[in-house]
């Protein structure tokens, strides 16, 4: 199996790449969705420094109804919402491949996650080389059959402390921030990437001897 994860620009005219470009600063976190006809029922959650801020620029959005806050914290927001349906799915759901939550979206992009064969993998990237989404490939796995080499949390620890720059020298972010964007305390995210870590270098190794 292989494990990949995508970035790729929305369109101008979705609401969640407005709000998002709108607030470049905050992380938009889709935690489960449902397209229901030419609507959407989401869990979403936002993270960002004034999280009410960016929540209540969601809850206004006129594309963006029946909102319901289910918790609300200084730099955390979690709401369900329906929201119009612009073909945030469509590409997902027409390569036969369903979505894995949470899908990020960051200044008008979102990330998400692809577990596929290699046959599914390389007919997702030919659909997307075909279609007229901007896109990057960020990161791929390959895992034995029987299982992920990470689990979700680790995996997602990993890909967060890449993509703010945990790992450069000098680091960018350091695990305070880390931990604060992940939604954890810093013990707990120092111990997730440490395992993680660990279990991606015996991998590495592992295949080389």
Known sequence: MIRARFRVVLPE???VAAVSQAFPDATLRLLTGVPRGDRALEL???????????AEAIR??????????VYAGEKRVIAQYEA???GLY???????????FPVVVENGAMAFDLTATREQFEAFGT????????????SVVHTEAD?????????????????????????????????????VDKSTASETIRRATARV????LARRD
């Open 44 to 54: 979403g959650e936002v993270r960002a420094g004034d999280a009410a801020r960016v």
């Open 201 to 204: 270098v015996e991998s590495f």
């Open 147 to 183: 299982g992920g080499l990470l689990t979700e949390r680790q995996r997602e620890c990993l890909t967060v402390a890449r993509q703010r720059g945990y790992f450069t020298v000098p680091r960018d972010c350091t695990l305070e921030e880390l931990a604060d964007v992940l939604g």
């Open 90 to 100: 469509e590409f997902l759901w027409s390569s036969s491949l369903p979505p894995e």
């Open 84 to 86: 119009v349906e612009q």
């Open 60 to 69: 206004e959005h006129p594309d963006v109804s029946a909102y319901e806050t």
């Open 127 to 138: 659909a997307l080389e075909e279609s007229d989404r901007p896109h990057e490939l960020l």
């Open 13 to 15: 005219d979705v609401w």
